[in-house]
């Protein structure tokens, strides 16, 4: 072996070497293997990997390999996203470079610069994910502009419509000025901002005014009605009466209605149908007009009166102003405020009514509510589900056409007399009619919704369809449930009459070490392509898959990552010392727990214990915790404590005993790197090779299942007590400064563990340099004068005739004895409590009454040495 773990060499070699063996593909399990199947959250062609990409890997990724390793058919089937609105705008910006737009070299050319743009820069995020380890069928790839997806998408719209669930007209969207494009609720982020609320008079035709405040005066234009809530005392005698658009002065009534907030701003609230969402379900219910005030590109239009042609902001200042000198306006005050603003650019989103097409959602949300409420879809964490039904019961139509050139085009075309035409391929042009196609494409998510079925070739009924879907596993971020899951669910259920996939997984947002939202502008953006650069790419997954559990947020600390890098290397030490004592050819597997020594029969039983641990968490989805559970086995029991104890049959045992030791050693690292493979699936692969193994590879060795033959409860409890003891003797040395290489005597006793004191005094020897450890019996006096450690019913002492000061050692005493008895205290008030004993469950109450007999007898046993030794 390698004094160190190269991974910059290793990861690429490694990953070679599995994709050329075929061991990706589900294939490499037996023709009846029961399938898993995981399709990836298309990341954006135009993507560079970030933290969330890396988390959403290495937990994919995980879970693909876990099974895998179970004998499954595992399948993970890859591909990106064509990102619409991301992509376009890229292109864009690299025509801007050349002088020219889109508009100037037209859709034709556009798109062809857009599939080139594609081809050149769209595998760039492929490759990232390769560099995480992902084990995808890269043979699978899949696109979502492919000619098969787009099959699938041209043949569920065209279903949907012929159903009457999808049509044309015109509604209130989210605008984006700058794009001109509608863009989705996902496409809009939504922060708190300071702003202004603007208070003013709304002019009554009988020459009064109601008091009114807003925060976008702009809006003013397209007031319909301004409503007051009808118990409201101050206004509710004016209902009824005609308002006048203050500087256009427009007829419009005073309406009440319950949904008015008395407590904010003057209690009336101006209504802007046209502008405004919670203001258009209110022009729904009272039958008000809708007034569009605005361009594409966010001008004011000609409803705006002497307005027009001015952008909406300066408007905004423009009217207030007028306002000012007609004495209309009461006062501005600075007011925190939701501002909804485009992901991509950061300007103002715009509410507008606009001509779009849209889907009748509810029909296919109801069969989505009911395949979760029965069971037949499972959301993880369970939480979710509560946030699905409301969001499900509340769903409204969805706007799915973008004005874009870039994507699936809407196979929809318009005859010159008014006929809407929609189909796979354009109707014949005759004398009468003629046709043009739909401009618009289609949002994103509507081909992502269908990615589960469209992916394995539905709607041809292929083999990959026939063999692989429903699918398993849907692993994605919480914040999607909405936009990406619940589209999976309704789409994949009305159009395959199955759920598409099993199992929901959400996980977390990344942020950073301080619990903060990762971005540019806080100047706290971490780079996963840096640190896998730095410290390779298991660290960086074993830091994510344990950094949290599901469904919440991970503070992704670069200290972490660097702690399991020194992880790696501690694994790679713990091989090198196995290997480097494997002595000819070592029987695989180990002895039966008869044959082998008490350390041993300890480590074995802590090995099977952690395979049914890990098993139990992986089927409760806690990944993150069996990944702490195993470092803690490795580092803490294995390295820390039996690697060490092994040296004594290793160096000075029988053949018998060097042999079993041996064995042991193997099994316990060659199960352990199985156990870590999932998380760690580099450093394991590659310190497998090194040692005695059975299989090809460890990526399609078989998972561990736990052998509870070794389960071996006296053997734990003796070790236990013998590693608590060791312990106790190294503080006693480090308080008193005792040199390591310092030789020091002890003395023990015992009735419980006096044998086995005996039996594995080398234990200390090797352990605290205590190569004389004399075992009291028969009621033989300790030393006077001496350090004492107490464990259960065990004491050792520590003669401190010439290195402690005694006075020190009788205050330690003193202090630990106080500890023991407010320890007892409060464990005798828990016993003492009715409640706690009537409800707790037996197994619970009997360990809390073992503990306080442990903690007498050791207050007991320092009562007795502080009386010997303090006179």
């Excluded at 419009?252 to 319950?258: K, L, N, Q, T």
């Excluded at 081909?447 to 589960?452: A, F, K, Q, T």
């Excluded at 890990?614 to 069996?626: I, K, P």
């Excluded at 005993?657 to 690292?669: D, F, I, P, S, Y």
């Amino acid at each position: 072996m390698p004094k160190t773990f190269d991974f910059k060499e290793a990861e690429s070699r490694l990953y070679r070497w599995w994709q050329d063996h075929g061991w990706f593909k589900p294939e490499v399990a037996p023709p009846d293997a029961e399938p898993y199947v995981i399709s990836m959250p298309p990341p954006n062609v135009t993507g560079r990997l970030h933290t969330g990409h890396a988390l959403f890997t290495t937990l994919e990724d995980l879970m693909i390999r876990y099974e895998r390793m179970r004998g499954k058919a595992a399948l993970w089937v890859p591909g990106s996203d064509h990102a619409g609105i991301a992509t376009q705008l890229q292109v864009e910006k690299m025509l801007r470079d050349q002088g020219t737009s889109r508009e100037e070299i037209g859709r034709e050319e556009f798109l062809a610069r857009t599939w080139e743009w594609k081809e050149k820069y769209g595998g760039e995020i492929i490759e990232q994910l390769k560099r995480m380890g992902a084990s995808c069928d890269w043979d699978r790839l899949r696109f979502t502009l492919d000619e098969g997806l787009s099959n699938a998408v041209q043949e569920v719209f065209i279903t949907l419509y012929e159903q009457g669930l999808i049509y044309r007209g015109p509604r209130l969207v989210n605008w984006s000025p700058g794009l001109k494009t509608a863009v989705s609720d996902l496409e809009v982020e939504r922060e708190e901002e300071q702003g202004k609320l603007y208070f003013f008079k709304y002019p009554l035709e009988d020459g009064d005014y109601l008091p009114v405040a807003t925060t976008r005066p702009e809006t003013i234009l397209g007031d319909t009605a301004v409503a007051v809530h009808p118990e409201d005392e101050r206004y509710k005698h004016l209902i009824g009466k005609m308002a006048l658009v203050p500087m256009l002065n427009r007829r419009i009534p005073v309406i009440g209605d319950e949904y008015v907030d008395r407590t904010f701003g003057t209690g009336a609230l101006k209504v802007t149908p046209g502008h405004d969402f919670n203001d258009y379900e209110l022009s729904k219910k009272h039958n008000l007009p809708i007034i569009n005030i605005m361009n594409r590109d966010a001008t004011i239009n000609q409803n705006g009166g002497q307005y027009a042609g001015l952008d909406r902001f300066v408007a905004r200042e423009k009217i207030w102003a007028d306002m000012t000198l007609a004495g209309m306006t009461i006062e501005v005050k600075d007011h925190t405020m939701v501002v909804p603003r485009s992901q991509r650019g950061g300007e103002v989103v715009e509410p507008m009514i606009s001509t779009q097409w849209f889907l009748k959602i509810q029909p296919l949300a109801e069969k989505a509510i009911n395949a979760v409420r029965n069971g037949d879809i499972e959301i993880v964490p369970e939480r979710f589900e509560k946030v699905y039904y409301h969001w499900m019961e509340n769903i409204e139509d969805w706007c799915i056409s973008r004005q874009l050139w870039w994507g699936h085009r809407i196979p929809a075309w318009y005859g010159s007399n008014g006929e809407v035409y929609v189909g796979k391929t354009a109707p014949a042009t005759t004398a009468s009619v003629t046709w043009t196609p739909e401009e618009d494409v289609l949002d994103t998510w509507f081909s992502s919704g269908l990615w589960p079925f469209s992916t394995l070739g539905w709607p041809e009924q292929t083999a990959d369809l026939r063999r692989y879907y429903p699918t398993q596993m849907m692993e994605t971020g919480y914040d999607i449930l909405f936009f990406w899951v619940a589209r999976m669910i309704m789409m994949g259920l009305w159009f395959t009459d199955k759920p598409p996939f099993k199992t929901v997984y959400l996980h977390g947002l990344v942020r950073d070490k301080l619990g903060r939202k990762i971005s540019k502008t806080l100047g706290n953006v971490i780079d996963p392509l840096e640190m896998v650069e730095q410290y390779g790419a298991d660290p960086l997954r074993f830091t994510l898959a344990t950094g949290g559990t599901p469904g919440n947020d991970i503070n992704l600390d670069t200290a972490r990552v660097e702690r399991n890098w020194r992880f790696v290397n501690k694994i790679w030490q713990m091989t090198n010392f196995v290997t480097s004592n494997l002595d000819g050819d070592v029987p695989f597997g180990a002895p039966p727990a008869s044959e082998l020594d008490m350390p041993s029969r300890w480590i074995m039983s802590r090995l099977q214990r952690l395979v049914a641990t890990t098993q139990r968490l992986f089927d409760a989805y806690q990944y993150g915790e069996a990944g702490r559970q195993i470092d803690d086995f490795l580092w803490s029991e294995f390295a820390d404590w039996y690697i060490e104890i092994s040296k004594y049959p290793l160096y000075q045992g029988s053949d018998a005993e060097k042999t079993n030791t041996r064995r042991v050693l193997l099994t316990v690292l060659d199960t352990s790197l199985r156990l870590l493979h999932p998380f760690m699936p580099f450093v394991t692969e590659e310190l497998w090779s090194f040692i005695p193994h059975e299989g090809d590879a460890l990526i399609v060795a078989s998972w561990p299942q736990a052998d509870e033959s070794y389960f071996d409860d006296a053997a734990e409890a003796t070790m236990v007590t013998l590693i608590d003891l060791v312990r106790g003797i190294r503080n006693v040395r480090d308080e008193y400064k005792v040199e390591p290489s310092r030789k020091i005597g002890a003395q023990a006793e015992s009735k419980q563990y006096a044998a086995a004191l005996d039996q594995y005094r080398y234990l200390f020897a090797r352990l605290c340099n205590v190569p004389d450890l004399q075992i009291l019996t028969g009621g033989a006096a300790p030393a006077e004068q001496a350090a004492t450690v107490v464990v259960g019913d065990v004491t050792v002492y520590l003669p401190l005739a010439d290195f402690v000061d005694v006075a020190a050692e009788c205050e330690r005493l003193t202090k630990e004895h106080t500890k023991l008895v407010e320890q007892i205290t409060k464990v005798q008030a828990t016993l003492g409590n009715e409640q706690f004993v009537s409800r707790a469950k037996p197994d619970v109450v009997e360990r809390e009454r073992t503990r306080l007999a442990g903690l007498q007898a050791s207050a007991e046993q320092l009562t007795e040495r502080i009386a010997g030794l303090c006179k």
